[in-house]
């Protein structure tokens, strides 16, 4: 602790108070109990956004806009509080918090939200800039339309501006927000729980009716009644603000196929539920989204009766350099493939003019699914020749590779495309975002993935690279829904579907193995972003996998090991890829900049003070540091009797007042002029006393007497009591508080301290000068108290004949215990100063105080 702690900015004004000095303490130390307890919530409030910055724990951004509101309140409190105490300065400090909290604040805003129209814009008519409320799917979809004049499904878009007002119109923001930041993510049941909440709100909410409108005019537009579309039956897909961008979304939100006009609305609303889907709940936390970021615009497209189905990466996954891309197909819709039901065709091409098929590699689907008449979807068997051809024909696979080329080089990036093909032999595109491609190991690192020396040899072999990588753990089989809530921690994912539902565990596995799926649906999609490495389209995993046992997985050699090989789990190719660049922990930094770092770190630099401060940290480190000095520093030596005061009878030569500032005294001794030991009911007073009052502590004919003080006013012709309290030792006590000013003739000690029951708050603060003999002696005494103080576990600064000291965050017995043994080394050191004659009796009479011998004075003053 910096010496000047204790010289600058004393409590000079309690000298000169002259009315109700008592009261004017007692107020004092209420504020100073005050800034305590808000410095100390204040510094756990730090503590966990520290916690989730550098250990990147993934939590809604909702709480980390609630803990900095907290903590705001709390260090606005804590320079309230310190004004309180020391009234006439540090009031630069308040203009610094402003600026500080201004920056924060900022930051933590959410992103403005529109509420108002357009509800809904036609795709083909969305503005250059209607990324924003129409959402990334959409907006995508425009400009192939527009910029490209590729086929896609007629449609338009619900904005993000109706969700808005959706939210604005029913009143749910405050509901939602508050039920996001409860959620603990790790836990299957917290997040099924607040799923289960908000999508009741939304089911139940009520579509505004300019909304329903604006629903029933987009659609009669494109699909006019007397145009013979009455039973026009159209797809409700998400289109959400960030889905299709840096974060895939893919497969987290609901789509609703075979919609009839008159079921729109329920169709927009359960869409606009899937926002709060558990898996979209984990997900988007986890990619660093906050929830006002993602605003859910709608999209509606015109349902194509497919033929086939599938998705397009327009780079090879296992050999990211070749010139390659791969074609999946499925027969009728879609979703049976990315879902991770079906194994679909999958089909190379070169990607280099002339466009040519490389392979073809068949799946093993044997059911298709088409929509059936009744508007719902519909499984049709046929026969085993037509579901041993291909799903598509030669000329649809080069027409799609050329569409795949277009797409990328348009977007400046590999891409997943979505597309189908009508019964009449048309292709559609449904969708286009950039391809996650997972953490792949550089070059460079390829000679560390060998593993050809692997002498155990593997359970399995086999299956698709769906995300690269190497993992291991103990075998889990998941059957249902149910089994994901007990998934254990660090466990490898069996599964005979690959099935996106597996988002929400995503935290506890190591990798993943299905019997069926592909690299191109939504679970693969997903595995990549989050770096898990996974095995899919196995075809036997969950057959030959034993529940329970240890296995290595190696994604990209499509092989599983029995046991943990410990050379894989070691090798570069394991290492994950962390989302530590999101927009969540972009902010994060930000917000931590002005929170956490600690500038002000001596209290005896030229930059402690309040335009030294550039964090929140600094504030709160510098109103303590000053409140301590304030309150350490109450019982001025020059101090008169103040009003309120009662003499304690210590029971040795002393002369002592007490001022009880809240249960420092019994209650029947309050009305009392005087009281005695048995009296003092504060934890840290009655210790020192306890001291003090040691049996083996010879006091003989020891006074309390100030000589200096009394030798200054005998000088200048002064005549004055040796009982008058301008001598006197005084202490300010509550029940686990206490500050003393000890006065021993020449020499003088403060002692400043809390003894409660909260660890993390208690303190001994303590400072000794003065003295009647030489320097030379009195420093000698200095070293003495230094050694005692130092094996007692104090830290220590010695100037001169200046001891200061201090013990922080000790338990209650503890601190009771090194109080007593304060006050036995004040006992026993009262005249040391007198009989010290060098080091070699500083060392021999430390030994001997640890020892327990508390008497030094009669023999050496006889000697």
């Known amino acids: 602790m910096g010496h000047g702690i204790f010289i600058n900015n004393l409590f000079k004004h309690w000298t000169y108070q002259v009315f109700a000095p008592g009261a004017v303490l007692r107020k004092k130390y209420e504020a100073y109990k005050s800034l305590l307890s808000h410095d100390k919530k204040a510094h756990e409030l730090m503590a966990e956004l520290e916690d989730i910055y550098y250990r990147q724990v993934p939590v809604d951004f909702r709480v980390i806009q609630e803990k900095y509101e907290e903590l705001s309140r709390h260090v606005a409190a804590i320079i309230h509080h310190l004004a309180r105490i020391c009234p006439t300065r540090?009031?630069?400090?308040?203009?610094?918090?402003?600026?500080?909290?201004?920056?924060?604040?900022?930051?933590?805003?959410?992103?403005?939200?529109?509420?108002?129209?357009?509800?809904?814009?036609?795709?083909?008519?969305?503005?250059?800039?209607?990324?924003?409320p129409a959402g990334g799917k959409a907006f995508n979809l425009s400009r192939i339309v527009k910029e490209l004049n590729l086929p896609v499904p007629e449609g338009f878009v619900v904005t993000g501006n109706a969700w808005c007002y959706f939210v604005e119109f029913n009143n749910l923001r405050e509901t939602i927000d508050t039920v996001l930041a409860k959620i603990d993510i790790h836990s299957i049941a917290s997040l099924e729980t607040a799923s289960r909440s908000l999508v009741?709100?939304?089911?139940?909410?009520?579509?505004?009716?300019?909304?329903?409108?604006?629903?029933?005019?987009?659609?009669?537009?494109?699909?006019?009644?007397?145009?013979?579309?009455?039973?026009?039956?159209?797809?409700?897909?998400?289109?959400?603000?960030?889905?299709?961008?840096?974060?895939?979304?893919?497969?987290?939100?609901?789509?609703?196929?075979?919609?009839?006009?008159?079921?729109?609305?329920?169709?927009?609303?359960?869409v606009l539920a899937s926002k709060y889907s558990p898996e979209?709940?984990?997900?988007?936390?986890?990619?660093?989204?906050?929830?006002?970021?993602?605003?859910?615009?709608?999209?509606?497209?015109?349902?194509?009766?497919?033929?086939?189905?599938?998705?397009?990466?327009?780079?090879?996954?296992?050999?990211?350099?070749?010139?390659?891309?791969?074609?999946?197909?499925?027969?009728?819709?879609?979703?049976?493939?990315?879902?991770?039901?079906?194994?679909?065709?999958?089909i190379t091409v070169s990607k280099t003019p002339p466009?040519?098929?490389?392979?073809?590699?068949?799946?093993?689907?044997?059911?298709?699914?088409?929509?059936?008449?009744?508007?719902?979807?519909?499984?049709?068997?046929?026969?085993?020749?037509?579901?041993?051809?291909?799903?598509?024909?030669?000329?649809?696979?080069?027409s799609l590779a050329d569409w795949g080329t277009r797409l990328e080089a348009f977007f400046k990036g590999p891409q997943d495309i979505e597309w189908c093909q009508d019964l009449d032999g048309r292709l559609f595109l449904l969708q286009s975002?950039?391809?996650?491609?997972?953490?792949?190991?550089?070059?460079?690192?390829?000679?560390?993935?060998?593993?050809?020396?692997?002498?155990?040899?593997?359970?399995?072999?086999?299956?698709?690279?769906?995300?690269?990588?190497?993992?291991?753990?103990?075998?889990?089989?998941?059957?249902?829904?149910?089994?994901?809530?007990?998934?254990?921690?660090?466990?490898v994912l069996v599964a005979r579907h690959a099935s996106p539902r597996y988002v929400r565990v995503m935290n506890r596995i190591n990798a993943i193995i299905t019997d069926t799926g592909s690299t191109a649906g939504h679970l693969s999609s997903v595995a990549r972003e989050f770096g898990i490495p996974a095995l899919v389209n196995t075809?036997?995993?969950?057959?030959?996998?034993?529940?329970?046992?240890?296995?290595?997985?190696?994604?990209?050699?499509?092989?599983?090991?029995?046991?943990?090989?410990?050379?894989?789990?070691?090798?570069?190719?394991?290492?994950?890829?962390?989302?530590?660049?999101?927009?969540?922990?972009?902010?994060?930094?930000y917000v931590m900049g002005f929170t956490s770092p600690l500038r002000l770190i001596d209290p005896g630099s030229d930059i402690f003070n309040p335009e030294g401060c550039r964090s929140l940290h600094d504030i709160i480190r510098f109103a303590h540091e000053k409140a301590v000095e304030?309150?350490?520093?109450?019982?001025?030596?020059?101090?008169?009797?103040?009003?309120?005061?009662?003499?304690?009878?210590?029971?040795?030569?002393?002369?002592?007042?007490?001022?009880?500032?809240?249960?420092g005294l019994e209650e029947g001794s309050r009305e009392a002029k005087s009281v005695v030991v048995d009296d003092i009911s504060s934890a840290p007073m009655t210790a020192v006393l306890k001291g003090l009052r040691h049996p083996d502590i010879q006091w003989g004919h020891f006074t309390h007497f100030d000589w200096a003080e009394h030798d200054k006013i005998v000088m200048s012709g002064g005549i004055i009591s040796a009982d008058s309290a301008m001598f006197a030792s005084h202490a300010v006590v509550s029940r686990d508080y206490a500050n003393l000013n000890l006065r021993f003739g020449y020499h003088f000690v403060i002692v400043d301290t809390v003894c409660g029951d909260e660890t993390e708050d208690n303190y001994i603060l303590f400072r000794f000068s003065g003295g009647g003999a030489d320097l030379e002696k009195r420093m000698l005494r200095a070293d003495f108290l230094s050694r005692i103080l130092?094996?007692?576990?104090?830290?220590?600064?010695?100037k001169s004949d200046l001891v200061d000291a201090q013990l922080k965050s000790i338990d209650r017995q503890t601190t009771e215990e090194k109080l007593d043994m304060l006050g036995r080394l004040l006992g026993a050191t009262r005249l040391m100063d007198m009989y010290l004659k060098d080091e070699s009796m500083v060392d021999i009479y430390a030994q001997e105080f640890m020892d327990g011998r508390y008497h030094f004075a009669t023999e050496d003053l006889n000697a």
């Open 280 to 346: 979209a709940i984990y997900y988007r936390i986890n990619v660093g989204l906050s929830d006002t970021e993602t605003p859910m615009a709608v999209l509606v497209l015109g349902m194509i009766d497919a033929r086939t189905s599938g998705v397009i990466y327009t780079q090879d996954l296992d050999e990211p350099e070749s010139e390659r891309m791969m074609i999946h197909a499925v027969r009728g819709l879609g979703e049976r493939l990315v879902s991770g039901r079906v194994s679909p065709d999958i």
């Open 200 to 270: 009741s709100k939304i089911r139940e909410a009520q579509i505004p009716p300019d909304i329903e409108r604006a629903l029933y005019e987009s659609f009669n537009a494109l699909w006019p009644e007397n145009h013979g579309a009455g039973d026009m039956r159209v797809a409700v897909r998400s289109s959400a603000a960030g889905e299709d961008s840096e974060s895939s979304f893919a497969g987290q939100y609901h789509t609703v196929l075979n919609t009839e006009k008159i079921d729109l609305p329920d169709a927009y609303k359960e």
């Open 90 to 132: 540090y009031r630069a400090l308040g203009d610094y918090f402003k600026k500080f909290d201004f920056y924060i604040r900022f930051m933590l805003e959410p992103p403005p939200s529109v509420c108002s129209p357009p509800f809904t814009m036609p795709i083909t008519k969305l503005p250059p800039d209607g990324k924003a």
């Open 433 to 491: 975002r950039p391809l996650r491609t997972g953490a792949r190991i550089p070059d460079s690192s390829l000679r560390n993935c060998n593993f050809d020396d692997v002498d155990t040899p593997p359970l399995l072999s086999g299956g698709e690279t769906a995300s690269a990588g190497i993992g291991a753990g103990r075998v889990y089989k998941v059957e249902n829904a149910g089994d994901l809530e007990n998934v254990p921690q660090g466990a």
């Open 630 to 663: 304030e309150m350490f520093a109450v019982g001025n030596p020059r101090m008169r009797k103040i009003g309120g005061s009662k003499k304690l009878q210590p029971g040795i030569p002393m002369l002592f007042y007490v001022i009880d500032v809240g249960g």
């Open 539 to 589: 075809g036997t995993a969950y057959t030959e996998l034993v529940n329970g046992t240890e296995v290595t997985v190696h994604a990209d050699g499509q092989k599983v090991y029995g046991g943990i090989v410990t050379s894989m789990v070691e090798s570069p190719c394991a290492r994950r890829n962390l989302l530590v660049n999101s927009p969540f922990m972009r902010r994060l930094e």
């Open 355 to 398: 466009l040519m098929i490389l392979s073809k590699k068949p799946g093993t689907e044997t059911i298709p699914n088409w929509p059936s008449d009744s508007g719902r979807n519909g499984k049709i068997k046929v026969d085993g020749t037509e579901i041993g051809d291909a799903a598509i024909d030669d000329t649809s696979v080069l």
């Open 790 to 798: 130092f094996r007692l576990g104090f830290e220590i600064e010695k």
